[in-house]
Protein backbone atom coordinates (compact mmCIF):
# COMPACT_ATOMS: atom_id res chain seq x y z
CA UNK A 1 0.00 0.00 0.00
CA UNK A 2 3.25 2.43 -0.05
CA UNK A 3 2.37 4.78 -2.73
CA UNK A 4 4.73 7.45 -4.12
CA UNK A 5 3.56 10.57 -3.06
CA UNK A 6 4.40 13.86 -5.43
CA UNK A 7 3.29 16.09 -2.95
CA UNK A 8 5.13 16.78 0.41
CA UNK A 9 5.40 18.94 3.25
CA UNK A 10 8.10 21.65 3.24
CA UNK A 11 11.55 21.09 4.73
CA UNK A 12 10.54 24.00 6.97
CA UNK A 13 7.79 22.20 8.25
CA UNK A 14 9.63 18.69 8.43
CA UNK A 15 12.07 20.67 10.46
CA UNK A 16 9.48 21.63 12.84
CA UNK A 17 7.99 18.80 13.07
CA UNK A 18 11.51 17.01 14.11
CA UNK A 19 11.44 19.37 16.58
CA UNK A 20 8.19 19.48 18.35
CA UNK A 21 7.32 22.96 17.49
CA UNK A 22 3.67 22.23 15.76
CA UNK A 23 0.76 21.69 16.41
CA UNK A 24 -0.51 18.06 17.34
CA UNK A 25 -3.31 17.80 14.44
CA UNK A 26 0.16 18.57 11.87
CA UNK A 27 2.30 16.57 13.55
CA UNK A 28 -0.25 13.83 13.16
CA UNK A 29 -0.95 14.94 9.86
CA UNK A 30 2.86 14.59 9.01
CA UNK A 31 3.50 11.58 10.81
CA UNK A 32 0.97 9.91 8.67
CA UNK A 33 2.45 11.39 5.70
CA UNK A 34 5.93 9.73 6.31
CA UNK A 35 4.68 6.18 6.86
CA UNK A 36 3.38 6.69 3.54
CA UNK A 37 6.36 8.69 1.92
CA UNK A 38 9.78 6.64 2.31
CA UNK A 39 11.59 10.60 0.65
CA UNK A 40 10.24 12.37 3.54
CA UNK A 41 10.99 9.43 6.05
CA UNK A 42 14.81 9.80 4.84
CA UNK A 43 14.73 13.41 5.37
CA UNK A 44 13.35 13.38 8.37
CA UNK A 45 15.95 10.92 9.70
CA UNK A 46 18.53 13.55 8.42
CA UNK A 47 17.42 16.20 9.88
CA UNK A 48 16.67 14.75 13.11
CA UNK A 49 20.74 13.86 13.15
CA UNK A 50 21.12 17.70 11.98
CA UNK A 51 18.75 18.86 15.28
CA UNK A 52 20.96 16.17 17.80
CA UNK A 53 23.92 17.49 16.78
CA UNK A 54 22.88 21.23 16.81
CA UNK A 55 21.23 20.77 20.40
CA UNK A 56 24.26 18.81 21.70
CA UNK A 57 26.90 21.58 20.50
CA UNK A 58 24.53 24.39 21.60
CA UNK A 59 26.39 26.43 24.57
CA UNK A 60 23.71 27.28 26.59
CA UNK A 61 24.40 29.33 30.13
CA UNK A 62 22.18 27.04 31.92
CA UNK A 63 24.11 26.55 35.23
CA UNK A 64 25.57 22.75 35.01
CA UNK A 65 22.68 21.39 37.61
CA UNK A 66 24.07 18.82 39.91
CA UNK A 67 21.51 15.91 39.71
CA UNK A 68 23.62 13.46 41.71
CA UNK A 69 21.54 10.59 43.00
CA UNK A 70 19.25 10.85 40.29
CA UNK A 71 21.43 8.28 37.99
CA UNK A 72 21.45 5.78 40.92
CA UNK A 73 17.76 5.70 41.29
CA UNK A 74 17.56 5.36 37.47
CA UNK A 75 19.13 2.07 37.63
CA UNK A 76 17.45 0.54 40.27
CA UNK A 77 14.69 0.47 37.89
CA UNK A 78 14.15 -2.77 35.31
CA UNK A 79 14.71 -2.51 31.76
CA UNK A 80 12.70 -3.24 28.84
CA UNK A 81 13.55 -6.27 27.43
CA UNK A 82 11.64 -6.17 24.48
CA UNK A 83 9.33 -4.24 22.49
CA UNK A 84 5.69 -4.29 23.81
CA UNK A 85 3.52 -6.03 22.12
CA UNK A 86 1.16 -3.95 19.89
CA UNK A 87 -2.22 -3.34 21.49
CA UNK A 88 -5.05 -4.46 18.78
CA UNK A 89 -5.84 -1.13 17.19
CA UNK A 90 -8.34 -0.40 14.30
CA UNK A 91 -5.93 0.48 10.86
CA UNK A 92 -8.35 -0.15 8.53
CA UNK A 93 -11.45 2.40 7.87
CA UNK A 94 -14.77 1.16 6.13
CA UNK A 95 -16.11 2.91 2.96
CA UNK A 96 -18.90 2.64 1.02
CA UNK A 97 -17.51 -0.83 -1.19
CA UNK A 98 -13.98 -0.87 0.31
CA UNK A 99 -11.74 -0.82 3.40
CA UNK A 100 -8.60 1.57 3.61
CA UNK A 101 -5.68 0.82 5.65
CA UNK A 102 -4.75 3.38 7.74
CA UNK A 103 -1.44 4.85 8.73
CA UNK A 104 -0.79 3.76 12.29
CA UNK A 105 -0.85 6.76 14.28
CA UNK A 106 -4.19 7.79 12.55
CA UNK A 107 -5.96 4.24 12.81
CA UNK A 108 -4.56 5.06 16.47
CA UNK A 109 -6.61 8.42 16.38
CA UNK A 110 -9.53 6.60 14.84
CA UNK A 111 -9.61 3.77 17.51
CA UNK A 112 -11.98 6.13 19.73
CA UNK A 113 -14.71 5.68 17.14
CA UNK A 114 -14.90 7.35 14.61
CA UNK A 115 -18.69 9.55 14.16
CA UNK A 116 -19.78 10.51 10.58
CA UNK A 117 -22.01 13.36 9.24
CA UNK A 118 -23.05 14.32 5.88
CA UNK A 119 -22.32 17.38 4.99
CA UNK A 120 -24.36 16.90 1.51
CA UNK A 121 -22.83 17.38 -1.88
CA UNK A 122 -21.23 13.90 -1.17
CA UNK A 123 -19.27 15.12 1.22
CA UNK A 124 -18.86 13.18 4.81
CA UNK A 125 -16.97 14.53 7.97
CA UNK A 126 -15.88 12.59 11.12
CA UNK A 127 -14.21 15.38 13.33
CA UNK A 128 -11.54 13.86 15.98
CA UNK A 129 -10.35 15.57 18.80
CA UNK A 130 -6.05 15.85 19.05
CA UNK A 131 -5.75 19.26 20.32
CA UNK A 132 -7.51 22.45 21.39
CA UNK A 133 -5.71 24.76 18.19
CA UNK A 134 -6.61 22.85 15.42
CA UNK A 135 -9.88 21.14 13.77
CA UNK A 136 -9.10 17.49 12.56
CA UNK A 137 -11.42 15.70 10.77
CA UNK A 138 -11.82 13.06 8.22
CA UNK A 139 -13.09 13.78 5.15
CA UNK A 140 -15.15 11.12 2.85
CA UNK A 141 -16.29 12.76 -0.61
CA UNK A 142 -18.32 10.36 -2.55
CA UNK A 143 -17.28 9.89 -6.19
CA UNK A 144 -18.05 12.78 -8.52
CA UNK A 145 -18.50 15.09 -5.90
CA UNK A 146 -17.72 18.96 -6.10
CA UNK A 147 -17.26 21.94 -3.72
CA UNK A 148 -18.32 25.45 -4.73
CA UNK A 149 -15.34 27.46 -5.56
CA UNK A 150 -13.86 28.99 -2.20
CA UNK A 151 -10.61 30.91 -0.28
CA UNK A 152 -9.04 29.46 2.94
CA UNK A 153 -8.72 31.37 6.15
CA UNK A 154 -5.55 30.33 8.47
CA UNK A 155 -4.62 27.04 6.50
CA UNK A 156 -5.57 23.85 6.16
CA UNK A 157 -3.83 20.70 5.30
CA UNK A 158 -5.13 17.69 4.05
CA UNK A 159 -3.28 14.35 3.32
CA UNK A 160 -4.83 12.05 1.06
CA UNK A 161 -5.72 8.45 2.31
CA UNK A 162 -7.17 7.09 -0.40
CA UNK A 163 -8.81 7.53 -4.16
CA UNK A 164 -8.27 10.99 -5.43
CA UNK A 165 -9.65 14.53 -6.56
CA UNK A 166 -8.44 17.58 -8.22
CA UNK A 167 -8.63 20.80 -8.07
CA UNK A 168 -6.99 24.10 -10.03
CA UNK A 169 -3.60 23.68 -8.62
CA UNK A 170 -3.42 19.48 -9.12
CA UNK A 171 -4.24 16.20 -8.95
CA UNK A 172 -3.92 14.34 -5.30
CA UNK A 173 -3.61 10.54 -4.40
CA UNK A 174 -2.87 8.65 -1.93
CA UNK A 175 -0.25 9.70 0.34
CA UNK A 176 -0.42 13.29 -0.96
CA UNK A 177 0.67 15.97 1.47
CA UNK A 178 -1.37 19.18 0.52
CA UNK A 179 -0.77 22.65 2.54
CA UNK A 180 -3.05 25.49 1.74
CA UNK A 181 -2.84 28.95 3.02
CA UNK A 182 -5.38 31.85 3.45
CA UNK A 183 -4.28 32.77 -0.52
CA UNK A 184 -5.16 30.01 -1.86
CA UNK A 185 -8.31 29.90 -3.53
CA UNK A 186 -9.66 26.31 -4.95
CA UNK A 187 -12.54 24.14 -6.07
CA UNK A 188 -11.71 20.54 -5.19
CA UNK A 189 -13.46 17.80 -7.08
CA UNK A 190 -13.37 13.95 -7.08
CA UNK A 191 -14.54 11.68 -10.07
CA UNK A 192 -13.39 8.45 -7.83
CA UNK A 193 -14.11 9.45 -4.41
CA UNK A 194 -11.45 10.08 -1.74
CA UNK A 195 -10.73 9.55 1.80
CA UNK A 196 -8.55 12.59 3.21
CA UNK A 197 -7.04 13.49 6.93
CA UNK A 198 -7.36 17.31 7.54
CA UNK A 199 -6.10 19.55 9.57
CA UNK A 200 -7.15 23.50 9.75
CA UNK A 201 -5.51 25.54 12.07
CA UNK A 202 -7.21 28.57 12.57
CA UNK A 203 -8.67 28.54 16.47
CA UNK A 204 -9.98 32.67 16.29
CA UNK A 205 -11.99 31.87 13.45
CA UNK A 206 -13.35 28.24 15.07
CA UNK A 207 -14.16 30.00 18.52
CA UNK A 208 -16.53 32.22 16.30
CA UNK A 209 -17.93 29.22 14.98
CA UNK A 210 -17.05 30.83 11.67
CA UNK A 211 -14.77 27.49 10.70
CA UNK A 212 -17.05 25.59 8.55
CA UNK A 213 -18.17 28.66 6.51
CA UNK A 214 -14.11 28.64 5.83
CA UNK A 215 -13.63 25.16 6.06
CA UNK A 216 -13.43 23.90 1.67
CA UNK A 217 -15.44 21.08 2.32
CA UNK A 218 -18.39 22.67 3.95
CA UNK A 219 -19.19 25.17 1.93
CA UNK A 220 -22.02 22.87 1.24
CA UNK A 221 -23.39 22.84 4.38
CA UNK A 222 -22.65 26.83 4.32
CA UNK A 223 -24.81 27.49 1.59
CA UNK A 224 -27.27 25.24 3.12
CA UNK A 225 -27.62 26.40 6.70
CA UNK A 226 -27.54 30.45 5.21
CA UNK A 227 -30.26 29.28 3.47
CA UNK A 228 -32.26 27.89 6.30
CA UNK A 229 -31.54 30.97 8.07
CA UNK A 230 -32.64 33.45 5.37
CA UNK A 231 -29.62 34.98 4.56
CA UNK B 1 12.54 -19.05 12.85
CA UNK B 2 12.41 -22.56 12.54
CA UNK B 3 12.54 -22.31 8.60
CA UNK B 4 14.13 -24.06 5.71
CA UNK B 5 17.11 -21.25 4.91
CA UNK B 6 17.96 -22.19 9.14
CA UNK B 7 17.72 -26.05 8.44
CA UNK B 8 19.96 -25.16 5.49
CA UNK B 9 22.24 -23.38 7.80
CA UNK B 10 22.30 -25.96 10.73
CA UNK B 11 24.52 -28.13 7.82
CA UNK B 12 27.29 -26.13 8.27
CA UNK B 13 27.11 -25.53 12.37
CA UNK B 14 30.07 -28.09 12.35
CA UNK B 15 32.73 -24.93 11.81
CA UNK B 16 35.17 -24.37 14.39
CA UNK B 17 33.36 -21.47 15.93
CA UNK B 18 34.88 -17.89 15.60
CA UNK B 19 35.84 -19.19 11.90
CA UNK B 20 35.41 -16.17 9.26
CA UNK B 21 33.08 -17.62 6.62
CA UNK B 22 33.92 -17.18 3.09
CA UNK B 23 32.49 -14.16 2.06
CA UNK B 24 31.62 -12.80 5.74
CA UNK B 25 32.31 -9.29 5.95
CA UNK B 26 33.48 -8.46 9.88
CA UNK B 27 31.45 -6.07 11.65
CA UNK B 28 32.50 -2.56 12.10
CA UNK B 29 30.96 -2.56 14.98
CA UNK B 30 33.55 -4.74 16.59
CA UNK B 31 35.70 -1.74 16.92
CA UNK B 32 33.59 0.65 19.00
CA UNK B 33 35.60 3.30 20.30
CA UNK B 34 35.10 2.29 23.84
CA UNK B 35 34.74 5.86 25.34
CA UNK B 36 32.01 6.49 22.53
CA UNK B 37 28.67 7.01 23.62
CA UNK B 38 27.81 3.99 21.48
CA UNK B 39 30.15 1.51 22.99
CA UNK B 40 28.11 3.03 26.24
CA UNK B 41 25.38 2.19 25.43
CA UNK B 42 25.96 -1.16 24.25
CA UNK B 43 27.09 -1.51 27.20
CA UNK B 44 24.08 -0.13 29.40
CA UNK B 45 21.83 -2.60 26.79
CA UNK B 46 23.64 -5.73 27.09
CA UNK B 47 25.43 -5.84 30.96
CA UNK B 48 22.67 -3.33 32.75
CA UNK B 49 26.45 -1.90 33.59
CA UNK B 50 25.67 1.06 36.04
CA UNK B 51 29.36 2.80 35.10
CA UNK B 52 28.32 3.20 31.43
CA UNK B 53 25.15 4.64 32.39
CA UNK B 54 26.07 6.82 34.64
CA UNK B 55 28.70 8.41 32.04
CA UNK B 56 26.05 8.68 29.76
CA UNK B 57 23.94 10.66 32.52
CA UNK B 58 26.82 12.73 32.80
CA UNK B 59 26.88 13.22 29.12
CA UNK B 60 23.75 14.19 28.38
CA UNK B 61 21.70 14.96 31.87
CA UNK B 62 22.39 18.75 31.16
CA UNK B 63 21.58 19.04 27.61
CA UNK B 64 18.25 17.56 28.39
CA UNK B 65 17.79 19.79 30.83
CA UNK B 66 18.58 22.82 29.19
CA UNK B 67 16.25 21.40 26.18
CA UNK B 68 13.32 21.41 29.18
CA UNK B 69 14.45 25.25 30.08
CA UNK B 70 13.61 26.13 26.27
CA UNK B 71 10.59 24.28 25.93
CA UNK B 72 9.05 24.49 28.94
CA UNK B 73 10.79 27.84 31.04
CA UNK B 74 10.25 25.80 34.60
CA UNK B 75 12.95 24.47 36.50
CA UNK B 76 11.61 21.91 38.31
CA UNK B 77 9.52 20.65 34.66
CA UNK B 78 13.12 20.89 33.30
CA UNK B 79 14.68 18.89 36.45
CA UNK B 80 11.44 16.65 35.99
CA UNK B 81 12.19 16.12 32.27
CA UNK B 82 15.59 14.72 33.21
CA UNK B 83 14.56 12.20 35.25
CA UNK B 84 11.98 10.64 32.64
CA UNK B 85 14.29 11.08 29.26
CA UNK B 86 16.79 9.79 31.41
CA UNK B 87 14.77 6.65 32.42
CA UNK B 88 13.51 5.79 29.74
CA UNK B 89 17.57 6.12 28.01
CA UNK B 90 17.83 3.31 30.60
CA UNK B 91 14.70 1.58 29.77
CA UNK B 92 14.89 1.39 26.55
CA UNK B 93 18.50 0.85 26.31
CA UNK B 94 17.86 -2.68 25.22
CA UNK B 95 15.60 -1.72 22.46
CA UNK B 96 18.32 0.89 21.06
CA UNK B 97 18.89 -0.07 16.87
CA UNK B 98 21.85 1.35 15.87
CA UNK B 99 20.77 1.13 12.37
CA UNK B 100 18.18 4.18 12.76
CA UNK B 101 20.85 5.95 13.59
CA UNK B 102 23.07 7.06 16.79
CA UNK B 103 23.33 7.39 20.20
CA UNK B 104 22.86 11.09 20.20
CA UNK B 105 19.59 11.34 17.70
CA UNK B 106 18.43 8.64 19.72
CA UNK B 107 18.57 10.73 22.79
CA UNK B 108 17.32 13.37 21.22
CA UNK B 109 14.16 11.98 20.06
CA UNK B 110 13.75 10.79 23.59
CA UNK B 111 14.21 14.15 25.21
CA UNK B 112 11.73 15.64 22.63
CA UNK B 113 9.12 13.29 22.84
CA UNK B 114 9.02 13.08 26.70
CA UNK B 115 8.95 16.52 26.93
CA UNK B 116 6.04 16.65 24.26
CA UNK B 117 4.07 14.11 26.28
CA UNK B 118 4.77 16.49 29.91
CA UNK B 119 3.82 19.19 27.85
CA UNK B 120 0.38 17.96 26.88
CA UNK B 121 -0.50 16.52 30.03
CA UNK B 122 0.09 20.54 31.62
CA UNK B 123 -2.35 21.65 28.52
CA UNK B 124 -5.11 18.31 29.43
CA UNK B 125 -4.95 17.33 25.44
CA UNK B 126 -6.49 14.69 24.63
CA UNK B 127 -4.44 11.56 26.02
CA UNK B 128 -5.27 9.45 22.63
CA UNK B 129 -1.94 9.89 21.30
CA UNK B 130 1.38 9.61 22.65
CA UNK B 131 4.60 11.39 21.53
CA UNK B 132 5.34 7.74 21.17
CA UNK B 133 3.00 7.59 18.52
CA UNK B 134 3.76 10.48 16.39
CA UNK B 135 7.17 9.66 16.21
CA UNK B 136 6.98 6.15 16.14
CA UNK B 137 10.70 4.13 16.79
CA UNK B 138 10.79 2.85 13.53
CA UNK B 139 8.48 2.55 10.40
CA UNK B 140 10.68 0.58 8.39
CA UNK B 141 10.37 -2.22 11.59
CA UNK B 142 6.58 -2.85 10.78
CA UNK B 143 7.07 -3.48 6.84
CA UNK B 144 10.07 -5.88 7.94
CA UNK B 145 7.62 -7.80 10.34
CA UNK B 146 5.08 -8.23 7.86
CA UNK B 147 7.47 -9.81 5.48
CA UNK B 148 8.44 -12.34 7.65
CA UNK B 149 6.85 -15.71 7.13
CA UNK B 150 7.22 -19.10 6.09
CA UNK B 151 6.75 -21.70 3.69
CA UNK B 152 8.99 -24.79 2.43
CA UNK B 153 10.51 -24.76 -1.37
CA UNK B 154 13.48 -26.99 -1.59
CA UNK B 155 16.95 -24.79 -2.15
CA UNK B 156 20.27 -25.57 -2.73
CA UNK B 157 22.58 -24.77 0.25
CA UNK B 158 24.84 -23.05 -2.68
CA UNK B 159 22.37 -20.91 -3.56
CA UNK B 160 21.45 -19.55 0.08
CA UNK B 161 25.30 -18.89 0.06
CA UNK B 162 25.14 -16.76 -2.39
CA UNK B 163 22.28 -15.02 -1.22
CA UNK B 164 23.88 -14.38 2.10
CA UNK B 165 26.92 -13.14 0.64
CA UNK B 166 24.72 -10.42 -1.17
CA UNK B 167 23.44 -9.26 2.20
CA UNK B 168 24.99 -5.92 3.81
CA UNK B 169 27.92 -6.74 5.64
CA UNK B 170 26.25 -5.94 9.16
CA UNK B 171 23.65 -8.34 8.35
CA UNK B 172 25.79 -11.07 7.24
CA UNK B 173 27.63 -11.03 10.38
CA UNK B 174 24.53 -11.20 12.39
CA UNK B 175 23.33 -14.55 10.12
CA UNK B 176 26.89 -15.97 10.77
CA UNK B 177 26.68 -15.64 14.50
CA UNK B 178 22.85 -16.96 14.76
CA UNK B 179 22.41 -19.65 12.28
CA UNK B 180 26.24 -21.06 11.23
CA UNK B 181 28.03 -20.45 14.77
CA UNK B 182 24.71 -21.31 16.18
CA UNK B 183 24.90 -18.57 19.22
CA UNK B 184 22.16 -17.28 21.22
CA UNK B 185 20.91 -13.88 20.22
CA UNK B 186 22.70 -12.48 23.13
CA UNK B 187 25.86 -14.32 22.72
CA UNK B 188 25.81 -12.60 19.24
CA UNK B 189 25.31 -9.38 20.56
CA UNK B 190 28.02 -9.40 22.72
CA UNK B 191 30.74 -10.65 20.38
CA UNK B 192 29.86 -8.37 17.77
CA UNK B 193 29.39 -5.40 20.46
CA UNK B 194 26.30 -4.30 19.34
CA UNK B 195 22.32 -3.80 21.26
CA UNK B 196 20.09 -6.82 21.47
CA UNK B 197 17.84 -4.71 19.32
CA UNK B 198 20.03 -3.96 16.74
CA UNK B 199 21.28 -7.53 16.40
CA UNK B 200 17.38 -8.84 15.97
CA UNK B 201 16.38 -6.41 14.11
CA UNK B 202 19.21 -7.44 11.53
CA UNK B 203 18.51 -10.74 11.97
CA UNK B 204 15.12 -10.08 10.62
CA UNK B 205 15.71 -7.95 7.82
CA UNK B 206 18.26 -10.28 6.79
CA UNK B 207 16.10 -12.74 7.25
CA UNK B 208 13.48 -11.42 5.61
CA UNK B 209 15.56 -10.74 2.73
CA UNK B 210 16.36 -14.18 2.14
CA UNK B 211 12.92 -15.68 2.33
CA UNK B 212 11.42 -13.30 -0.52
CA UNK B 213 14.69 -14.29 -2.75
CA UNK B 214 13.98 -18.03 -1.72
CA UNK B 215 10.51 -17.41 -2.92
CA UNK B 216 9.31 -18.46 0.78
CA UNK B 217 7.59 -15.80 1.55
CA UNK B 218 3.84 -16.73 2.51
Redesign the interface.
Same mark, same amino acid.
Request: no cysteine; proline share 4%; hydrophobic share 40%.
Given at each position: MISEANYHPSTEMLKKF? /??SLL?GL??AI?AH? #?LCETC?HKT?KI #? /?K /???D??Q?N !?D?K??D?SG? /??D??N???????REKEAILDQIHMLDHSVSLP??LA??A??GLVWKQLGGGINQALM?? !? !?ETQCEFIYMKPGSQTPMHKHQGSETTLVLDGSFNDELGHYQRADFIYRTEKDMHQPRSEEGCLCFSVLDSPLTFTKGLARLLNPFFKYQFRRSAAGRGI | MDNLAEKQFAVRKASPPGCTEVGMVPSVENNLDPTSDEALLVKVSNSKSKEAFDQLFDRFANKVFAHGMKIMRNEQMAKDLVQEAMLTVWQKAPLYNMDKGNVQSWIFTITRNRCFDMLRKQKRQSAVLSADDIWPAGFEDAEALSEAERGSVEVQISQIEKLVRQLPAAQQAVVEQIHILNRTHEEAAQFLEIPLGTLKSRLRLAMGKLRQSLGTES
Open positions: T /AGSNVSI #ERS #E /A /AAIWLT !DQQNFL /ALIVQPQIEKPKVKASQHL !D !D | -
